[in-house]
């Protein structure tokens, strides 16, 4: 009798911690104003795929810029494909500050609420790539590494 495949563990499960890394950001409309993004963050899973995480990065303008989240994971979106996955996470974004607070919604002294959803792939039990979506402005892409 053969052996069956073991599924990938999805995502950080109850306690696992991941750090996540975005090399390249890519944005719907360019402007002579923006600046090269990068992101480092820090996400904490639960065994009935809640999560919260921190993110620092800098902004499209160049300013510091963080992102306290909570949020959900939803792996094995299909049957065909248990590897990919759907993750939303809402929260508080910090870092649009004058000249460019205009530049999210519901902007106040730098800091909005966001809502972030992404798309994923796991590719075994420690490495996953996923797609943020920034709302209309730009999708980030992030690779991530269970610690």
């Not at 990919?84 to 500050?97: A, R």
């Amino acid at each position: 009798m053969a052996a069956e495949a073991e599924e990938p563990k999805l995502l950080p499960a109850s306690g696992d911690w991941q750090i996540s890394v975005s090399p390249y950001t890519e944005h719907f409309r360019r402007s002579v104003e923006h600046r090269q993004v990068w992101a480092v963050g820090l996400e904490r899973g639960f065994a009935d795929q809640s999560l919260y995480g921190l993110m620092g990065f800098s902004n499209s303008f160049g300013q510091p810029s963080a992102y306290l989240y909570y949020g959900w994971a939803f792996p094995g979106l299909l049957q065909a494909a248990p590897a990919l996955y759907l993750k939303v996470t809402v929260g508080l974004l910090y870092g649009y500050v004058s000249p460019h607070d205009d530049k999210v919604p519901l902007n106040y002294n730098g800091l909005s609420p966001a809502i972030i959803p992404a798309l994923g792939w796991q590719f075994d039990k420690n490495w996953s790539a996923q797609v943020n979506l920034l709302g209309t402005a730009a999708v980030m892409f992030m690779v991530n590494r269970k610690l």
